[in-house]
């Protein structure tokens, strides 16, 4: 039975690219000095795992290299071996040699066995501690054949005096054989396709019947199997009870007219099944050398199996890890949908206006199932932010050691949950704050207990919901921003008008200016000064922004807001002369309704509202869009929606609103261009446009 | 047919181990650690049980010895799969009441084999 073993491939990688990270964390953990059995036992587990698959998939590289780290793993875990420093970063470089290895596998690249060499020989120099095992695979290798050929010497000599060989086997096995689930009749059974073979059962032991035990064994046997056997195949057969019976293998010759030729055929045939199934004193290496002949085959498979396989592969990075009891609701979802929908048209089939009522009621039933299940797809899409969260500690445990500094990272609300795609897209710049907090904001240790501060520094990444944002804030307690310094740096650049006032944050501001960079010395962690401004764009361009609060000498609070999803914002829609505008329902506040005599006009600073004590800003939106008044505005009458963006409120004067809706948001950049003030566009019952507006801009308009 | 309850936390072995069973003629179910197998165990009453040794909640050995002290289970063959060659493991898993293992890496004919060897 041949199986076509490339199907599992897919699962396999996946499986083992979970398994890694699982060892990653795991061995951070253990990096934090805190031994704990379970968290090795883990770690120990995704080893086990990746070598048993690959060894069975046919990976016989991964196999090898696994097994080392297995070895290493596994005297941790039995208390045998010191968990050290340099046994951990090896583990861990080992990790990312094993996930480079597996992703070369799937993309079928080769691999690069130069780094795949170096990090085996550092694991065996970490194991050759324990000098109990030799960890290389070549003397083995070497033993094996050397094995093989002395038997086959034997077996050669035996031909050729044409005698017959057989085994002679006393089988006694004890009362409790049966409570394994062995059967001796299936072993008999088993010998017989061997050879010729015979048995005779002693049937002395058994007690009277009164004191018999059904569940006991009471039997012996004495059993002979005539044929050109090599003991080791009849030791298997009686491997799983060795322990449980007495067993007495002795073979015998006897001289009998036999052709030759019988033992030529069977030889050949019968060592390999032996060897590959079991050793009859199986020592791991052993288990391992036997790897190799019968790695060709899987092989050869896999390659037969190229276009399926590089299908599998470009399915693999869109592919999605959902949650089944989200799917469980989308399905009941569409169940009621379905239910209404039949509701629906049999109103439809004999349709009178006594009938009105209740086909608005199940119309409004339908609206709110059609939310409920829209919520629920989008749902799916929702993942939790650990999945970038995740690679941190592992970044900041490289970076730290690489600077020299002692660095906490406190994760918070990890499960936070956020649409995949602001979830790739968020990854790399956080990258890039957190590289900046490490380099920059903390301070070496030194400097630390200078400044009285405890020698270790702390990075929290915390990320929460609120609105319908995420704000993912990265704060550290390093030194924090130098406002004279960033000011005397951008006018160095040429940045910065040297006789230009700035306040606090419009000066942390200038850190995301284009070529600014205040590290001494430009380093490979970060200072290249292509990062910040590359960060806000990235941040902006998905509909969030970033912003930093920061005390000098106390430490930096970096946050970025960001929707939660791009798709579909629950929007206000307003009038503005005969254009229809969409407010994003999160940011507004509240609406009043004004008439013109109520705003005051301030010389060269346009209009405030009274706002009870705060004087807010006025934009009109005619104005601004160039949109015709109506007669209505031109009656000094109309509506202010008072949007927020960040604790900073500005009054948006339009003519009246309309209603609040869902709105699904097409990207006016694919399909025009970028336009100031409006983020993008949807298209509304009627099928005519609508604009959707852009509040933070817009406020940051109004104040300007 | 027999059924056969196959127990592997990892999915891909998991599959293979199924799919193998499965087109040989086996009834196969799975379970994805010794706790989930206990309760698949118990309800239904399997010919045999195929586990992996290391897997989280509850392992293979002590799977293994759960189920044999079910009246059920007393003569049911279970087999582990194990990379761990030592002779250690298989005592361990032995004096469990495991009937036999089945070392990995293995292909598909080799497990039917040894499935051969304690049903039929």
Same mark, same amino acid.
């Given at each position: 039975?041949?199986?076509?073993?490339?199907?599992?491939?897919?699962?396999?990688?996946?499986?083992?690219?979970?398994?890694?990270?699982?060892?990653?964390?795991?061995?951070?953990?253990?990096?934090?000095?805190?031994?704990?059995?379970?968290?090795?036992?883990?770690?120990?587990?995704?080893?086990?795992?990746?070598?048993?698959?690959?060894?069975?998939?046919?990976?016989?590289?991964?196999?090898?290299?696994?097994?080392?780290?297995?070895?290493?793993?596994?005297?941790?875990?039995?208390?045998?071996?010191?968990?050290?420093?340099?046994?951990?970063?090896?583990?861990?470089?080992?990790?990312?040699?094993?996930?480079?290895?597996?992703?070369?596998?799937?993309?079928?690249?080769?691999?690069?066995?130069?780094?795949?060499?170096?990090?085996?020989?550092?694991?065996?120099?970490?194991?050759?501690?324990?000098?109990?095992?030799?960890?290389?695979?070549?003397?083995?290798?070497?033993?094996?054949?050397?094995?093989?050929?002395?038997?086959?010497?034997?077996?050669?000599?035996?031909?050729?005096?044409?005698?017959?060989?057989?085994?002679?086997?006393?089988?006694?096995?004890?009362?409790?054989?049966?409570?394994?689930?062995?059967?001796?009749?299936?072993?008999?059974?088993?010998?017989?396709?061997?050879?010729?073979?015979?048995?005779?059962?002693?049937?002395?032991?058994?007690?009277?019947?009164?004191?018999?035990?059904?569940?006991?064994?009471?039997?012996?046997?004495?059993?002979?199997?005539?044929?050109?056997?090599?003991?080791?195949?009849?030791?298997?057969?009686?491997?799983?009870?060795?322990?449980?019976?007495?067993?007495?293998?002795?073979?015998?010759?006897?001289?009998?007219?036999?052709?030759?030729?019988?033992?030529?055929?069977?030889?050949?045939?019968?060592?390999?099944?032996?060897?590959?199934?079991?050793?009859?004193?199986?020592?791991?290496?052993?288990?391992?050398?036997?790897?190799?002949?019968?790695?060709?085959?899987?092989?050869?498979?896999?390659?037969?199996?190229?276009?399926?396989?590089?299908?599998?592969?470009?399915?693999?990075?869109?592919?999605?890890?959902?949650?089944?009891?989200?799917?469980?609701?989308?399905?009941?979802?569409?169940?009621?949908?379905?239910?209404?929908?039949?509701?629906?048209?049999?109103?439809?089939?004999?349709?009178?206006?006594?009938?009105?009522?209740?086909?608005?009621?199940?119309?409004?039933?339908?609206?709110?199932?059609?939310?409920?299940?829209?919520?629920?797809?989008?749902?799916?899409?929702?993942?939790?932010?650990?999945?970038?969260?995740?690679?941190?500690?592992?970044?900041?445990?490289?970076?730290?050691?690489?600077?020299?500094?002692?660095?906490?990272?406190?994760?918070?609300?990890?499960?936070?949950?956020?649409?995949?795609?602001?979830?790739?897209?968020?990854?790399?710049?956080?990258?890039?704050?957190?590289?900046?907090?490490?380099?920059?904001?903390?301070?070496?240790?030194?400097?630390?207990?200078?400044?009285?501060?405890?020698?270790?520094?702390?990075?929290?990444?915390?990320?929460?919901?609120?609105?319908?944002?995420?704000?993912?804030?990265?704060?550290?307690?390093?030194?924090?921003?130098?406002?004279?310094?960033?000011?005397?740096?951008?006018?160095?650049?040429?940045?910065?008008?040297?006789?230009?006032?700035?306040?606090?944050?419009?000066?942390?501001?200038?850190?995301?200016?284009?070529?600014?960079?205040?590290?001494?010395?430009?380093?490979?962690?970060?200072?290249?000064?292509?990062?910040?401004?590359?960060?806000?764009r990235n941040i902006q361009s998905l509909g969030g922004n970033i912003e930093i609060i920061s005390e000098l000498g106390k430490g930096t609070t970096i946050s970025i807001h960001l929707p939660l999803t791009l798709a579909i914002i629950d929007g206000q829609s307003v009038a503005v002369g005969d254009e229809i505008y969409i407010v994003p329902l999160v940011s507004i506040k509240e609406s009043i309704n004004i008439t013109e005599s109520m705003l005051n006009k301030i010389a060269g600073k346009g209009e405030?509202?009274?706002?009870?004590?705060?004087?807010?800003?006025?934009?009109?939106?005619?104005?601004?869009?160039?949109?015709?008044?109506?007669?209505?505005?031109?009656?000094?009458?109309?509506?202010?929606?008072?949007?927020?963006?960040?604790?900073?409120?500005?009054?948006?004067?339009?003519?009246?609103?309309?209603?609040?809706?869902?709105?699904?948001?097409?990207?006016?950049?694919?399909?025009?261009?970028?336009?100031?003030?409006?983020?993008?566009?949807?298209?509304?019952?009627?099928?005519?446009?609508?604009?959707?507006?852009?509040?933070p801009g817009l406020v940051r308009y109004s104040n300007r | 047919m027999a059924s056969i309850l196959a127990v592997d936390d990892s999915a891909s072995m998991r599959k293979m181990v199924t799919f193998t069973l499965k087109g040989a003629g086996y009834e196969v179910e799975e379970a994805v650690d010794g706790v989930d197998a206990l309760a698949k165990a118990q309800a239904k009453r399997f010919d045999c049980i195929v586990t992996d040794v290391n897997m989280p909640n509850k392992d293979g050995i002590t799977?293994?010895?759960?189920?044999?002290?079910?009246?059920?289970?007393?003569?049911?063959?279970?087999?582990?799969?194990?990379?761990?060659?030592?002779?250690?493991? =298989?005592?361990?898993? #032995?004096?469990? *009441?495991?009937?036999?293992?089945?070392?990995?890496?293995?292909?598909?004919?080799?497990?039917? =084999?040894?499935?051969? #060897?304690?049903? *039929?």
């Amino acid at each position: 039975m041949s199986i076509d073993m490339s199907q599992f491939h897919q699962v396999f990688f996946e499986e083992c690219f979970e398994g890694l990270e699982s060892m990653e964390s795991g061995l951070l953990n253990l990096d934090t000095g805190a031994i704990d059995s379970e968290v090795i036992n883990t770690i120990f587990r995704g080893a086990h795992s990746i070598k048993g698959g690959s060894g069975t998939f046919g990976f016989t590289d991964v196999a090898d290299f696994t097994h080392i780290m297995e070895t290493l793993l596994d005297e941790m875990r039995d208390g045998r071996r010191q968990v050290t420093q340099p046994a951990i970063d090896v583990l861990l470089g080992s990790v990312d040699c094993l996930r480079t290895m597996l992703t070369s596998i799937q993309a079928e690249e080769s691999v690069d066995s130069a780094a795949v060499e170096k990090y085996k020989t550092a694991l065996e120099i970490e194991l050759t501690g324990s000098a109990s095992e030799p960890s290389t695979t070549t003397p083995t290798a070497a033993t094996q054949p050397a094995h093989d050929n002395a038997e086959t010497v034997v077996v050669v000599a035996d031909e050729d005096m044409v005698e017959e060989k057989g085994w002679k086997i006393g089988f006694c096995p004890y009362l409790d054989l049966l409570k394994t689930g062995n059967d001796p009749v299936r072993m008999f059974r088993e010998l017989a396709e061997l050879g010729e073979y015979s048995v005779s059962v002693n049937t002395n032991d058994i007690p009277p019947f009164s004191k018999l035990d059904p569940e006991e064994c009471n039997l012996s046997w004495a059993l002979e199997v005539i044929g050109d056997i090599p003991e080791s195949e009849i030791r298997e057969i009686f491997n799983w009870v060795e322990g449980d019976c007495e067993l007495d293998i002795q073979s015998f010759t006897k001289k009998t007219a036999k052709p030759a030729s019988e033992a030529k055929i069977t030889e050949p045939e019968a060592p390999p099944p032996v060897q590959e199934i079991e050793q009859p004193k199986p020592a791991p290496i052993a288990a391992k050398a036997v790897d190799s002949p019968s790695a060709p085959k899987p092989q050869a498979a896999q390659a037969d199996n190229d276009p399926s396989k590089a299908s599998a592969k470009s399915a693999a990075s869109n592919s999605i890890r959902v949650d089944t009891t989200k799917i469980d609701t989308l399905i009941n979802m569409v169940g009621e949908v379905v239910i209404t929908q039949s509701m629906l048209s049999l109103i439809g089939e004999n349709f009178t206006m006594d009938k009105l009522a209740q086909l608005k009621r199940g119309l409004a039933q339908l609206e709110r199932h059609i939310r409920d299940m829209q919520q629920s797809v989008m749902n799916i899409r929702m993942v939790p932010i650990s999945f970038v969260f995740s690679r941190f500690p592992r970044l900041v445990h490289d970076i730290s050691t690489k600077l020299g500094k002692k660095i906490e990272l406190k994760l918070v609300g990890e499960s936070t949950e956020v649409d995949k795609a602001v979830v790739e897209l968020i990854s790399d710049p956080l990258v890039h704050l957190i590289r900046n907090s490490l380099d920059h904001g903390i301070e070496m240790p030194a400097e630390r207990i200078a400044a009285g501060k405890p020698e270790t520094g702390t990075i929290e990444l915390n990320a929460y919901h609120r609105g319908g944002h995420i704000v993912i804030e990265i704060i550290d307690n390093g030194r924090g921003l130098n406002k004279a310094k960033l000011i005397a740096k951008a006018v160095e650049k040429g940045l910065l008008d040297e006789n230009a006032v700035l306040g606090d944050k419009q000066a942390f501001e200038l850190i995301f200016m284009p070529g600014f960079s205040t590290a001494e010395s430009i380093t490979d962690i970060s200072g290249r000064g292509v990062g910040m401004d590359v960060v806000r764009r990235n941040i902006q361009s998905l509909g969030g922004n970033i912003e930093i609060i920061s005390e000098l000498g106390k430490g930096t609070t970096i946050s970025i807001h960001l929707p939660l999803t791009l798709a579909i914002i629950d929007g206000q829609s307003v009038a503005v002369g005969d254009e229809i505008y969409i407010v994003p329902l999160v940011s507004i506040k509240e609406s009043i309704n004004i008439t013109e005599s109520m705003l005051n006009k301030i010389a060269g600073k346009g209009e405030t509202y009274r706002l009870r004590n705060l004087y807010i800003p006025i934009i009109r939106m005619h104005e601004i869009f160039n949109v015709q008044p109506t007669d209505k505005a031109n009656t000094g009458e109309g509506v202010i929606v008072v949007v927020e963006r960040q604790g900073v409120l500005c009054g948006l004067f339009v003519d009246e609103l309309l209603g609040p809706q869902q709105v699904v948001v097409k990207s006016l950049e694919t399909n025009y261009r970028r336009v100031q003030g409006v983020s993008g566009a949807t298209i509304l019952g009627d099928g005519s446009v609508a604009l959707i507006l852009d509040i933070p801009g817009l406020v940051r308009y109004s104040n300007r | 047919m027999a059924s056969i309850l196959a127990v592997d936390d990892s999915a891909s072995m998991r599959k293979m181990v199924t799919f193998t069973l499965k087109g040989a003629g086996y009834e196969v179910e799975e379970a994805v650690d010794g706790v989930d197998a206990l309760a698949k165990a118990q309800a239904k009453r399997f010919d045999c049980i195929v586990t992996d040794v290391n897997m989280p909640n509850k392992d293979g050995i002590t799977l293994i010895r759960e189920l044999r002290s079910l009246p059920d289970y007393k003569y049911i063959p279970m087999l582990m799969l194990t990379t761990e060659s030592s002779a250690e493991k =298989k005592q361990a898993g #032995k004096a469990a *009441g495991a009937t036999g293992w089945i070392v990995k890496p293995f292909d598909p004919d080799q497990l039917l =084999k040894t499935l051969n #060897k304690v049903l *039929g």
